[in-house]
């Protein structure tokens, strides 16, 4: 099949420098975490750290298509964008079951779980964030933020992107129990969206694949608007 005529994602898969056959690996790679989950505490390292590579791939390739969005027609675009994110959907699912009666990879996973609901939702739109987020980095979120106020104050930064940016590092810095300042906890409560205020309601109980998917749907339906 000639290159113009395959799958946007297939042909994000090569501008990363992967091959076709890559995405193809997401169900084995699924598979194979629910193997490990049902094995003793001595892998759980393991399979953290195979959710996490997972979790990576999925956020650079929601980072990919925006940089490659020129390039792309609107609908190629918007094709691709709603393919990453059943993908994320899925991720969820069996996120979900292999969490499900383990406490010991609750308290591991919990917060990897709480930033793919919020890409679902579209409540974060930036996916470096999601990962510091996932990965339970407030450092990181922290470093992430003052890098934001510096580039802002030279115009490197569009307001608009840092007011965005900043309200999802705020945001997964309280997920994250981390205390704010007063003036940030008012810029949060100034500038919070549609999509993260019904992520913060939903996501005080993760409740069940429902619930999930209903926060899911309405971020769809807010981005429409």
Request: hydrophobic fraction near 35%.
């Amino acid at each position: 099949m000639p290159f113009h005529d395959w799958p946007v994602s297939r042909k994000l898969v090569l501008r990363q420098g992967g091959s076709p056959s890559a995405e193809r690996n997401y169900p084995i790679c699924l598979a194979f975490s629910l193997k490990m989950a049902s094995r003793g505490k001595s892998e759980t390292s393991k399979l953290k750290q195979n959710l996490e590579e997972q979790m990576d791939r999925l956020m650079q390739q929601l980072q990919d298509l925006e940089m490659c969005r020129d390039d792309l027609e609107p609908e190629e675009y918007e094709e691709t964008k709603q393919e990453t994110l059943e993908q994320l959907s899925e991720f969820n699912e069996s996120l979900k079951k292999i969490m499900s009666g383990d406490m010991t990879l609750v308290d591991e996973l919990s917060g990897m779980q709480l930033a793919i609901q919020a890409a679902i939702s579209q409540a974060f739109k930036t996916p470096e964030v999601i990962q510091m987020f996932a990965k339970k980095q407030p450092g990181q979120l922290r470093t992430r933020l003052a890098e934001m106020e510096r580039d802002v104050i030279v115009g490197k930064l569009p307001r608009d992107v840092y007011t965005q940016q900043k309200v999802e590092v705020l945001t997964a810095l309280r997920k994250l129990e981390e205390k704010l300042t007063l003036e940030e906890e008012a810029f949060l409560s100034a500038n919070v969206s549609a999509a993260l205020s019904q992520f913060e309601k939903v996501s005080r109980d993760l409740g069940t694949g429902d619930k999930v998917l209903a926060l899911a749907s309405s971020g769809v339906e807010i981005t429409k608007k």
